[in-house]
């Protein structure tokens, strides 16, 4: 039987060192442990994440889209879809659904509006149209009229520009970006431009005169006037918003560069509801694929028919509806895009989180 050794100084020292030694391999080994464990149980996740919740849908059933009505003689007779590497793109599960800001009639309204008008160029006492809807007249330099809604103080201005030779005579037009600066500031002159649409950089797209009617024109030199199509910025950077017709801006005219100051403005139309863009919920998407389907069924809303009576889709996006007309929601639409300037518009909510009714695009 071994004899127990005495416990002194050297068998402490002995000791403490082998708890040292061992301790020191214990902790290396727990830090070895853990970092392997969070490593693993991050790949784990990183291969098997946890389902995101469930859509909000915190609106409840949303009203369908409102869309103009059309014929089948407004469509292409049949479709056909060429993108690349033949596969629709994937948006994911959800999108996101707005709050619209409804307007509504001030006792200041009728005042308000009689601001704007003349910081517009129109002093002159308008015609009543409507309880909402004013019309002002002014003949130089050339003939023009203003018809604004005195509810939202959206308009539309127009003139007989095509008519006027004197403005093919001097084509001094802006380059594009001071083009986009002319028609913002013009609005802003009477009423300030609401943040979605003063962040946009806008677009321009060169217009010639032919026999009192609008063509395209190659390039700024071979124009006599120039589009600005100004939408709202697009949603997330990257969902752009479409109207009834087209990619067309909320705020969009026509530049002259025989006139100056605000009468470079021939033809102008500012329709435009303001997003909460605060309010907001996700809702299911139905899929490209039976947004497709309706496409091809003729079902689809044809904001363009293109050239062709063949329509060749060669992109698909998500977007946002923009309706002239107010509406309670923004909601998201698929577009298919193609040949001729083609433009094609789908709801893309699930048709589940639609009220059922007869009008507009059938929703299946």
Do not use: C
């Amino acid at each position: 039987m071994a004899t127990p050794q005495p416990f002194n100084l050297t068998r402490a020292a002995y000791l403490g060192r082998q708890t040292i030694k061992f301790g020191s391999i214990a902790l290396v080994a727990l830090i070895i442990g853990r970092f392997a464990f969070t490593a693993g149980y991050a790949y784990y996740k990183m291969l098997y994440p946890d389902p995101p919740p469930p859509p909000t849908v915190g609106f409840g059933v949303l009203p369908t889209l409102r869309f103009p009505e059309q014929t089948l003689t407004d469509k292409p007779s049949s479709y056909e879809i060429e993108i690349p590497q033949s596969r629709l793109p994937d948006f994911g599960d959800r999108a996101k659904v707005f709050l619209m800001t409804r307007s509504s009639l001030s006792l200041l309204a009728d005042q308000r509006a009689k601001e704007i008008a003349a910081n517009y160029g129109y002093v002159f006492t308008p015609t009543v149209l409507s309880n909402t809807l004013y019309r002002w007249t002014k003949s130089t330099p050339i003939q023009s009229t203003l018809e604004m809604n005195v509810r939202n103080f959206s308009f539309d201005l127009t003139s007989d520009y095509l008519s006027r030779s004197e403005l093919l005579t001097n084509r001094n037009l802006p380059n594009e970006s001071n083009a986009v600066s002319v028609v913002k500031a013009f609005v802003n002159a009477g009423q300030q431009l609401p943040n979605d649409i003063a962040t946009s950089s806008g677009y321009v797209s060169y217009y010639k005169s032919l026999g009192g009617e609008l063509e395209p024109a190659v390039s700024l030199s071979d124009a006599d006037f120039l589009r600005v199509d100004i939408p709202r910025f697009p949603i997330d950077g990257d969902k752009r918003f479409f109207t009834p017709d087209g990619d067309e801006g909320a705020l969009h005219g026509m530049v002259t560069g025989a006139l100056t100051g605000k009468d470079q403005i021939v033809d102008l139309h500012y329709h435009y509801q303001p997003i909460d863009y605060t309010e907001r919920h996700t809702y299911p998407l139905r899929t490209v694929q039976s947004a497709w389907q309706i496409v091809q069924a003729g079902e689809a809303y044809v904001a363009n028919p293109g050239t062709s009576d063949i329509a060749v889709i060669r992109n698909v996006v998500l977007g946002y509806y923009d309706d002239p007309e107010e509406q309670d929601y923004m909601q998201p639409i698929y577009v298919f895009e193609g040949d001729g300037g083609f433009l094609a518009y789908v709801p893309a909510i699930d048709p589940l989180y639609y009220q059922s009714t007869t009008d507009g695009v059938p929703i299946r």
